[in-house]
């Protein structure tokens, strides 16, 4: 088993060429939208309401509605934004939403988002008793029902085994965004060639940090602005990527969509701002790479 620490030697940022976008641009905003399938049968990915006395009861119906918001009434407010702003998201995809949530799939594949494999169902890497089969039975799903097999893996709560790296390059991957460790595409090895990793987020991720840090609607708005406003800055220098990840039982929520918007508006006011998906920003990244 490879250690992270072997795939890629360290390397400090101010060490590298600096990489530069097209059209004098300093920051790519990417936005990624997970959609998942929490299994009535087993306890589920995130908690609202904490089980009573401390006991998890199953079918867990309060928190498995939940997120059945997300998919009935949350995700539409995203779609309505997204098609309003012209932005083809990258979907982090459990490939089983293609047959439970059929309806919502496919408003994503009608409107060209990239759909990025993310797992069968909902739940950790380390518990999948064949890995292997379970990513390719997922490429294969969002291959079939897209026309076009996925580029980008984000395992389920970023969760990877030492052997990941190898399974996904093997189906086909070719951008990973677990590993959270730069504002800049990075590669790894593996023995069926190098992936990119590409700088998803923990700090600009909806639930980090309203649900497992509680902070306030407004707070995570103003986190995005202000890491915006700083990344912007230094982009002058050397092109900087942002990630914003959501999820339609949070951000999609009544009491959030504004400052969902609210993000936009303020990026969309910037001189130099640009919107890509995954799939985009590994081609920018392998052509100004070799420029």
């Not at 893996?153 to 070719?174: D, F, N, S, Y």
């Not at 504002?183 to 700088?199: K, M, N, R, S």
């Not at 609607?217 to 202000?226: Q, V």
């Not at 915006?228 to 959501?246: P, Q, T, V, Y």
Request: a negative charge.
């Amino acid at each position: 088993m490879t250690q992270p620490r072997d795939r890629a030697p360290f390397s400090a940022i101010v060490d590298r060429p600096p990489l530069k976008l097209p059209g004098g641009a300093r920051v790519v905003v990417w936005t990624i939208v997970n959609l998942e399938v929490w299994d009535i049968g087993g306890p589920m990915a995130r908690q609202a309401l904490p089980a009573p006395t401390g006991q998890v009861l199953l079918p867990d119906v309060a928190n498995w509605s939940w997120h059945e918001y997300g998919m009935r009434v949350g995700f539409w407010r995203f779609h309505r934004l997204y098609e309003r702003l012209g932005i083809r998201p990258t979907l982090s995809i459990n490939a089983r939403v293609c047959d439970d949530y059929e309806r919502v799939a496919a408003a994503c594949r009608d409107s060209g988002w990239e759909f990025m494999g993310h797992s069968w169902q909902q739940g950790p890497i380390h518990k999948e008793p064949d890995q292997r089969a379970m990513i390719h039975r997922s490429m294969d799903r969002l291959e079939a029902f897209t026309g076009k097999r996925p580029v980008g893996w984000l395992g389920p709560g970023l969760t990877q085994t030492l052997e990941t790296p190898e399974l996904l390059a093997e189906a086909g991957v070719q951008y990973i965004g677990d590993w959270v460790w730069d504002d800049e595409p990075c590669e790894i090895a593996t023995v069926h060639g190098p992936l990119v990793t590409l700088p998803y987020t923990v700090e600009l991720n909806d639930i980090p940090t309203m649900i497992v840090q509680h902070h306030e609607s407004p707070y995570w708005a103003t986190r995005c602005k202000d890491s915006l406003d700083r990344l912007h800055m230094e982009g002058a220098e050397r092109a900087k990527i942002m990630a914003i990840s959501i999820h339609p039982y949070i951000s999609g929520q009544p009491h959030r969509i504004r400052y969902l918007e609210e993000v936009y508006d303020y990026a969309g006011g910037k001189e130099g701002v640009v919107f890509m998906n995954g799939e985009e920003i590994l081609d920018w990244y392998r052509s100004a790479r070799t420029a």
